[in-house]
């Protein structure tokens, strides 16, 4: 049986509602937010996906016999709660009007008991949030990236994935001469030619995939790879030193600049996917 409203702290991206204490935090930072704007986030946090409609939002904020400027005042104070939750109405991330009927939440929320200790009033509860999110914001989260078109991001992926499987093939097809290499530099490379094949066979698979699912625009993409980016991480971190098997033809300077620049890429697969899912849900 769910805990009452009451009771429940909901969570959507950065931010975090308690219903218990009224407040909510993005990053751990309280926002300040007015009463009747948090009942409508509260209303809207309920029942993500679905209509909120405005009588119900009425009957929520305004008893029988309050005589008010119902639509007027309704519009402002769900305009108040997207200047906190930096949303817009044109183009928006979390809170959607459905014209002359009501609002939906879009973003996916994530609910629970919430359980206030004591001492919450003296500011630990905020302190342990705080801490608690900055481990998590070291990546980049979906809401600090920009808007763009799904398109663009989807064939920039999958370029991506082109460039990995290409280093694979040619490496395998010339596995040969770089191991004439190798034993210039390791005098017996048979750990470091093993790792490569390893690597390589480990590594096309995975990018076909990849390809195929951006291409088809497989559902939950986004939240696969993030299951995937340690050990991708691990095995591009590998794959980005092969700019200095060259090193002879290019120089070790334009190796070095190659390595820190496909040392990235990861990073930069996984914001793009995050943009993608970004321009599904302003879409």
């Known amino acids: 049986m769910s805990p009452p409203t009451q009771n429940r ?35 809207l946090l309920e029942r993500p996906g679905e209509v909120v409609t405005r009588e119900e939002m009425r009957q929520k904020l305004w008893a029988e016999d309050t005589f008010v400027d119902f639509d007027h005042s309704l519009n402002s104070i769900v305009n108040r709660l997207r200047e906190v939750l930096g949303d817009t109405a044109n183009n928006p991330r979390f809170i959607e009007t459905l014209a002359r009927r009501g609002y939906r939440f879009l973003a996916p929320v994530e609910c629970g008991e919430a ?79 093993s790792l490569i094949v390893v690597t390589a066979i480990i590594g096309i698979p995975v990018r076909l995939f990849l390809a195929a699912a951006v291409s088809f625009d497989v559902k939950d993409l986004s939240r696969r790879f993030q299951r995937l980016f340690i050990p991708l991480l691990i ?11 060259l090193a002879p033809q290019i120089g070790l300077g334009l190796a070095l600049g190659s390595t820190a620049a496909l040392i990235y890429v990861p990073f930069a697969q996984r914001s793009l996917l995050l943009m993608s899912d970004r321009g599904r849900s302003g879409s």
């Not at 206030?116 to 070291?138: L, Y």
């Not at 763009?148 to 989807?154: E, L, N, Q």
């Not at 095995?235 to 098997?245: E, K, N, R, S, V």
């Open 9 to 43: 702290r909901f969570r959507f991206g950065v931010y975090e509602a308690d219903a218990a204490t009224g407040e909510l935090r993005k990053s751990g930072v309280r926002l300040r937010v007015q009463e009747q704007p948090f009942q409508v986030l509260l209303l």
């Open 115 to 193: 359980t206030v200790p004591a001492q919450a009033k003296t500011g630990n509860i905020r302190t342990t949030t705080a801490s608690e999110e900055t481990s998590r914001s070291v990546l980049t989260r979906m809401e600090e990236l920009p808007q763009t078109s799904r398109r663009s991001v989807r064939v920039l992926f999958f370029l991506i994935q082109t460039m990995y499987f290409s280093f694979y093939v040619v490496v395998l097809a010339r596995l040969g001469r770089i191991e004439d290499l190798l034993e210039q530099v390791f005098g017996k490379p048979d750990w470091v030619v």
């Open 235 to 245: 095995l591009d971190g590998l794959w980005a030193l092969a700019p200095f098997l």
